[in-house]
């Protein structure tokens, strides 16, 4: 029985996706619920897995990079079908063999056509740049998969060194006649979905929104020895690193809930005004920059802020990123201090009304009280629609996020 492969329904507005890889080619036998291929959406990535065994045949014009509609069919699986005599042995059913001599004591790794069968697109891609054997990496993920994190880990292995090269007369150097540089050369690559994507959304923000930026410093001093005390006993109980987002997404909360105007946006002549509070957390991944949601952020500890921002960067760095994780944000928060950004102008995540910018913590001469002090300060940044919000209403947001912050036992208290 032939089974069609369609384009599966991954969103409410999405019509058409782009074919980002096959991990299998046609005459490939195939396991139930192991990858065929992963699509790329103007939002996120999806895998599309195999129903049933069988050997796979991928439909002309159906190649990596193609335009495919939701719903259309791009292969089908004869689920009949046997695989061929002398073919590899799916990975399920591939005998694990010796660990390699230099694989950690009781590690087995899978055969080489197994252990690739296995790999998904992002770790295949590190797999071929760094030049390594997928059999002599010891997996750690599903069923002995290899993970993102073990081939970054792993190292090709030394060759054999060169015999050195007998001695060679000096050569003569000849001028070379004058011509154009080769620093001209070039080469065209196409946008992804997702990169096009983020360069339609953005360009919107700026066409349409009355963008303004204003500026503040906090002192990060309390919140970090708040951090430094509890942060190992707040990892042991809850299993999740104590970082400075957490107390930023509530923060934002709480100022959202006073200047209602910033959680909101503008619906053709109307003004959509929103009693939840659903924060962008901007993700820097290998395909784009993606803005994936915490929801109800107002429900959740602070503990819950932390897990739920760090399944997110995780999913992020996965291809794993879902639709639902994208839709329904109210508000936005960028970090470009883990780049070192001292000062940006962050673009709206359009439609949103703002966006709030962190950067690097700096030590600098502060005068408290009549005296200089050396504090750890950041710049905040919030970008506004000033169609929506007026300059009072910005800064004063502003101001509150930076009181909350310098102040976190009355943003964990809530008064």
Known sequence: MKQEIKVPAVGESITEATIGSWTKKSGDFVKRNEVLMLLETD????????ENDGVLTIN???????VVQIGATVATLDTDAKPAAGAAVPAAEAPKAAAPASAPAGAAALPAAAASAHLSPAVNRIVTEKGLDPSAISGTGKDGRLTKGDVLDAQPAAKAAAPA???????TVTPVASGPSKQGDKKLVPMTTIRKRI???LKEAQNTAALLTTFNEVDMGKVMELRSKYKDKFKEKYGVNLGFNGFFVKAVVEALKDFP????????????YHNYYNIGIAVSTERGLMVPNVKDADTLSLAGIELAIRDLAAKGRDGK??????GGGTFSITNGGVFGSLL?????????????GLHKIQDRPMAINGKVEI???????????????DGKEAVSFLVKIKELVEDPERLLLEV
């Open 43 to 50: 939002k996120a990535s999806v895998e599309v897995v195999a």
């Open 165 to 171: 090269p007998a001695a060679k007369p000096a050569a």
């Open 199 to 201: 360069s339609e959304k």
């Open 60 to 66: 002309p014009g159906c190649e990596a990079g193609a």
């Open 321 to 326: 990123i879902t639709p639902n994780d994208l």
């Open 344 to 356: 940006s102008t962050p673009i709206l995540n359009f439609p949103q009304s703002a966006i709030l």
């Open 375 to 389: 504090r750890p300060m950041m710049y905040l940044a919030l970008t506004y629609d000033h169609r929506i919000i």
């Open 261 to 272: 105007a910033v959680n909101a946006w503008i619906n053709g002549t109307d003004i959509e």
